[in-house]
């Protein structure tokens, strides 16, 4: 089920589409994201192609005409994969096929496929792998439909129907057999967690390519894969780590997009635990990336989705190292000053008013105001030990200069 590297060195088109949901600048970062993913998942995109449309079309997503201009440029550039931003029914991805010849893709099974390609361990593999078949398990169910619909008919029902039923039952026993799995690593994972005893959980969340595995390994000085690709990091790492003489759990674990597949949602359950279960929450934000609010949401809503929205969390803006405003010429009367052009200095102070002195700006790389950062994890951590062990307070020493 898990093919390996199925679009490298392939290349690539994207196609967007703008409505009244998403106007032309969205879809453009949403393309540039899109971008990313490909080249994630081993692709080079040579082309985008975007088409402003209110209602889709049902056929093949975008109009006639631009499908034909597609069409063109995928045969003439030697196109493996189409790669569409916007999640295709399965007629519409059958039809596409048909016209284009080449693979199509859409984001979430783009995101299947990074997935399945940096799975490296079996509990990954196993939960990617259910991913995929729940991802699929509709689409089948809209292949056969059309075939039934093309046989149609007296006489046809019975074979025709017998075949979605073994290919369904197939696909469904895959499911179960891998829940069942997972189930079972699950439970041994459970008495893991069980068994680190009572020291307070902190977990590190947020977007993709964030610098998650990068503070991780600051801070724990442990040696945690990270690179400037999507979804680096799959499996959740935990470390203890010291901060002056108080000791916690510090986890690291898979990184959240946008319309990140629910199907992933669900089989990553397990990884995701690891939040759930934690006291408290370091929130990664990739301050110097121009879309970095919008990328607060999409974990938030993640978070929500999971029931971790009411958790004790520090929002940690990394990468300050990298952030560049916009300057607006002082004799420009025209532009108007937006938050592309606010200094680091200002987005602190509107930050700080927001959630006060849960925010903390650094850079993991650099190792700028790593001390702060230490301090205020080290005070939260504490705050939530003393409050589970009132009477245990020979932690904590009188000066805590030397984290
Ligand atoms: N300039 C700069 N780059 C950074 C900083 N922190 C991390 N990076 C880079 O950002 C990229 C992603 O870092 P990771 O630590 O892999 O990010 P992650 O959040 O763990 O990503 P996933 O595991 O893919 O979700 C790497 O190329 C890092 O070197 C920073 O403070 N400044
Ligand atoms: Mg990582």
């Keep these: 089920m898990i093919e390996k590297n199925s679009i490298e060195h392939e290349k690539a088109v994207l196609i967007g589409v703008i409505n009244r949901e998403q106007n032309e600048e969205k879809v453009s970062e949403f393309l540039d994201e899109l971008e990313f993913l490909t080249y994630t998942a081993g692709g080079e995109v040579v082309k985008r192609f975007v088409q402003r449309m209110d209602v889709p079309n049902p056929k093949t997503l975008i109009g006639s005409g631009k499908m034909e201009e597609v069409q063109a440029f995928v045969k003439a550039n030697d196109i493996g994969s189409v790669i569409f931003d916007d999640e295709l029914t399965p007629a519409q991805q059958r039809n596409i096929e048909k016209l284009l010849r080449c693979k199509i893709v859409d984001r979430t099974s783009l995101i299947l496929d990074i997935f399945a390609q940096r799975a490296q361990t079996s509990y990954a593999r196993t939960q990617v792998e259910l991913a995929q078949y729940e991802y699929l398990l509709p689409r089948l169910t809209g292949l056969w439909t059309h075939l039934e619909r093309q046989r149609g008919g007296i006489g046809m029902r019975g074979p025709g129907e017998t075949e979605i039923e073994t290919d369904r039952r197939i696909v469904r026993d895959r499911i179960s057999l891998l829940k069942k799995k997972l189930e079972k690593i699950d439970r041994q994972m459970e008495t893991q967690r069980g068994n680190r005893g009572a020291l307070v959980r902190v977990a590190l969340v947020g977007y993709t390519n964030v610098g998650k595995s990068t503070l991780m390994n600051v801070i724990s000085k442990s040696e945690v894969f990270a690179e400037n690709k999507l979804f680096a990091t799959l499996d959740t790492t935990v470390r203890k780590v010291v901060i002056g003489n108080l000791p916690f759990l510090l986890s690291d674990t898979v990184g959240f997009i946008r ?92 930050w700080m008013q927001r959630v006060g002195d849960k925010a903390i700006f650094i850079s993991a790389l650099n190792k700028q105001n790593l001390d702060e950062f230490r301090k205020r994890v080290y005070d939260e951590v504490r705050d939530i030990h003393v409050t589970r062990f009132p009477y245990n307070n020979f932690l904590y020493p009188e000066h805590l200069d030397e984290y």
């Design 259 to 350: 319309k990140l597949p629910t199907q992933l949602v669900e089989s990553f359950k397990s990884t995701l635990d690891e939040v759930r279960e934690a006291d408290l929450l370091l929130h990664v934000v990739d301050i110097s990336h121009p879309q970095f609010e919008e990328h607060i949401d999409s974990v938030n809503k993640i978070l929500h989705e999971i029931g971790c929205s009411d958790k004790n969390t520090i929002m940690v803006f990394n990468k300050i190292d990298q952030y560049r405003h916009e300057v607006i010429d002082s004799d420009d009367l025209v532009t108007e000053k937006t938050e592309r052009h606010f200094t680091i200095e200002e987005w602190k102070r509107t």
